[in-house]
């Protein structure tokens, strides 16, 4: 799970999750700082800035230095229980038996 002190306006389902990227590209996008001042602030060359803004990849080490910038944090996400399978035997009080 992928959290910043900022809040997403994606509604993210189980199936359905922010990435990495889509989160950097979001806080590069709303943030609307110049790229030269987040090469100031990270180390990372304006170029790769525009050209990852645009749709190419990152690599992970600049990455690491945009999240630590943007201050995301990311969590394992909480595992939901579901309850085991119904072992096969003798039928619940109000259920008919298998024909």
């Keep these: 799970m ?3 002190k900022e ?3 994606v509604a993210r389902s189980r ?4 990435t990495l990227s889509e989160a ?3 806080l590069l ?5 110049s790229l030269r001042s987040i090469q100031r602030a990270t180390g990372v060359d ?3 800035l525009r050209a990852f803004r645009e749709g190419r990849s990152l690599r992970l080490d600049r990455a690491d230095r945009l999240a630590t910038y943007f201050e995301i944090e990311i969590r394992k996400p909480r595992r939901i229980r579901t309850p085991p399978p119904r072992k096969p035997g003798r039928p619940r009080k109000n ?3 298998e024909a």
Excluded: H, M
């Design 2 to 4: 992928i959290e910043t």
């Design 7 to 9: 809040t997403f306006p």
């Design 15 to 18: 199936k359905a999750r922010l």
């Design 24 to 26: 950097l590209r979001d």
């Design 29 to 33: 996008d709303r943030r609307g700082e």
């Design 46 to 48: 304006p170029v790769s």
């Design 95 to 97: 259920q008919q038996p």
